[in-house]
């Protein structure tokens, strides 16, 4: 199973409390943590990107760096690790899409992919006057779907004749091509954002789990939205890998973990929290919100949370028995927490080590 780092891109990370350690979203922080992650083994880092935050007493979010910038930087200074920036499509032309990422694929050919993001943040939009209108978050996957149809074009031919809803090119030319494959990553979670990842992605996250008490529920589950995303691929001839997504909350013993767990919870950004659901609650559809809004001081990401041991044979599980193909995890503390789940984690995984 491959594993990767959710770069702290933004402020605070991916936990909404004033319990965890300040985050300062700094060109040498993600470098560095790409670097010791690349080290370390690694297989890839994803940044995402956001161009407003949540508020609050934190600050949280409204402090980040750029996505496609930052893994232009990170390109030349990294060997081995693969990059993959994310792209809000609201906010970026296809076509100018397809240029800067064949730009970047040139410094790190063959460790480059891209991050679909349909967009559920209205006044993130609305701000820079983007926002298309309330009925975006229905249209989304077919916007995406165009979208994605002209990204590839472009990166197979250097050209696109594509007439659509949403574009309408006139033999549109973006040379060079990228030297390799790009990789295309998704985060459909409901069924019409499934159905886009099989027809139009390489990789799908699945933002569900985390459950380290009941993990034959979690096993079940990510194994059924699996199943579910290759019986839409395989008609159409297509593979596409599965992702987990994971906030690492560990400790040396369970109860540590779990203390460490509460405290963090004790400090929410209430106010952040308020913020960021409200915006969610704005989306009646299903998906990434829809998360948001049940686990929204976790940003919706299945927390882990145990002693290394613990973390690590939940890992084993999903990786063996629901045949998740990769895993990616932020931490409460990216420069302490990294080391420790390097250090103690990562050693007793049997889908990594092949014992």
């Known amino acids: 199973m491959e594993i990767g780092i959710f770069l702290p891109i933004a402020k605070n990370g991916f936990i909404v409390s ?46 980040s760096l750029d996505s496609f910038t930052l893994t232009a930087m990170l390109a030349p200074v990294t060997s081995r690790i693969k990059l993959i920036p994310s792209v809000t499509l609201l906010s970026l032309h296809p076509a100018v899409a397809a240029r800067m990422a064949a730009t970047i694929e040139a410094a790190c050919p063959g460790r480059f992919g891209l991050n679909i993001v349909s967009g559920w943040y209205k006044k993130e939009f609305e701000q820079m006057g983007l926002w298309p209108g309330d009925a975006h978050f229905e249209r989304r996957y077919d916007y995406a779907t165009e979208y994605t149809t002209i990204l590839r074009q472009l990166w197979a031919t250097g050209t696109s004749d594509f007439r659509g809803e949403f574009f309408k090119f006139d033999h549109a030319e973006i040379k060079p091509v ?27 996250f699945i933002i569900a789990g985390g459950n380290t008490h009941d993990v034959d529920s979690d096993v079940r589950y990510i194994r059924g939205v699996t199943e579910q995303l290759q019986a839409i691929a395989g008609p159409l001839g297509r593979k596409v890998g599965t992702i987990s997504l994971f906030n690492v909350i560990a400790a040396d013993t369970d109860a540590e973990a779990a203390a460490r767990f509460d405290h963090i919870v004790a400090g929410a950004d209430e106010a952040a929290i308020r913020t960021l659901v409200g915006q969610a609650e704005l989306d009646k559809s299903e998906g990434m919100s829809e998360s948001l809004k049940k686990k929204s001081m976790f940003m919706g990401l299945p927390t882990l949370v145990g002693s290394h041991a613990t973390v690590a044979a939940y890992l084993d599980r999903i990786a063996f028995e629901a045949k998740v193909d990769a895993c990616m995890f932020a931490f409460p503390d990216f ?12 050693p007793r995984m049997e889908s990594r080590t092949g014992r």
Request: hydrophobic fraction near 35%; aromatic fraction near 12%.
């Open 178 to 204: 990228p030297t390799s494959p790009i990789e295309l990553v998704c985060a459909g979670q409901s069924g019409r954002g499934i159905r886009f990842t099989a027809e139009c992605g390489d990789r799908n």
């Open 18 to 63: 004033k319990n965890v350690p300040p985050t300062w979203p700094t060109w040498e922080l993600n470098r560095d943590v790409t670097l010791k992650c690349e080290a370390a083994g690694f297989d890839f880092a994803l940044s995402m990107v956001k161009f407003r935050g949540f508020g609050g007493e934190t600050e949280y979010w409204d402090h």
């Open 335 to 346: 420069t302490r927490d990294i080391d420790n789940f390097v250090q103690h984690s990562l």
